[in-house]
């Protein structure tokens, strides 16, 4: 079945420490996307890429870092830099950047930093 | 800027009673408009979306929404809810001429089912 897999599903980490959150998908979708969720706050976009080898930020960016080598792979590397690291993350990809373009999510990674 | 606004935090509905979510946003023209459920510790299903026409859009698991333009709104609804229909509902709008980076999404409302 196609779909997106984020591993692992709960991480805990020291703080200062970096830590990469891992999402794939086997849906040949061209963008992707990360989004932090804290509880009463929705969900806020971190970073996004409509192609491989280009990705932008999105509004709350500080603190995180991606890369897009791969169509099907977009990582997420939470940096020591991030004040309040400790969230639920959710990846998302569509078939493409449009707006009409429904966003299909991952089953998230809870991070816990401590 | 766009917005969007789910006035209800927490709902609760009898197993068999009608559901209503509520979702306002703001923007300035025809916007794109989603809902999506989110059951405990998973990501998010899109229930439907609308984009222009009819303006009564239906979506999976038997739910509906109704855009009116006039009141800015685009609230979810169901006949006759299941226990399995407790989760939380997250309302988005983005704007038509742009990409998904534009997508806002509302802050929840978490429905209870009771038997």
């Known amino acids: 079945d196609g779909g997106i897999t984020q591993s692992p599903k709960y991480l805990f980490r020291k703080e200062g420490q970096n830590v990469t959150l891992s999402c794939e998908q086997n849906l040949n979708h061209d963008a992707m996307y990360w989004y932090r969720q804290d509880p009463g706050q929705g969900l806020r976009l971190i970073y996004y890429?409509?192609?491989?080898?280009?990705?932008q930020k999105g509004d709350i960016a500080e603190g995180y870092s991606v890369s897009r080598e791969k169509k099907e792979s977009f990582p997420l590397t939470v940096t020591s830099a991030q004040k309040n690291p400790t969230a639920f993350y959710l990846c998302?990809?569509?078939?493409?950047?449009?707006?009409?373009?429904?966003?299909?999510f991952g089953n998230g990674t809870r991070l816990t930093v401590t | 800027a766009q917005s969007v606004t789910q006035p209800d935090i927490h709902i609760t509905v009898s197993e068999g009673a009608s559901l209503e979510l509520r979702c306002n946003y703001s923007y300035g023209a025809t916007p794109y408009l989603f809902w999506y459920v989110q059951s405990p510790g998973q990501g998010l299903q899109l229930l439907l979306k609308?984009?222009?026409?009819?303006?009564l859009v239906q979506g999976i698991k038997g739910f509906e929404a109704e855009f009116k333009r006039s009141q800015s709104s685009f609230n979810l609804r169901k006949p006759s809810v299941h226990w399995s229909d407790a989760a939380e509902y997250f309302c988005a709008v983005g704007p038509a001429n742009f990409g998904n980076e534009k997508l806002t999404f509302g802050t929840g409302t978490r429905l209870t089912i009771i038997p």
């Open positions: 609308y984009f222009s026409g009819d303006t």
């Open positions: 890429s409509q192609i491989v080898n280009d990705f």
């Open positions: 998302a990809s569509s078939t493409t950047g449009t707006g009409n373009s429904p966003l299909h």
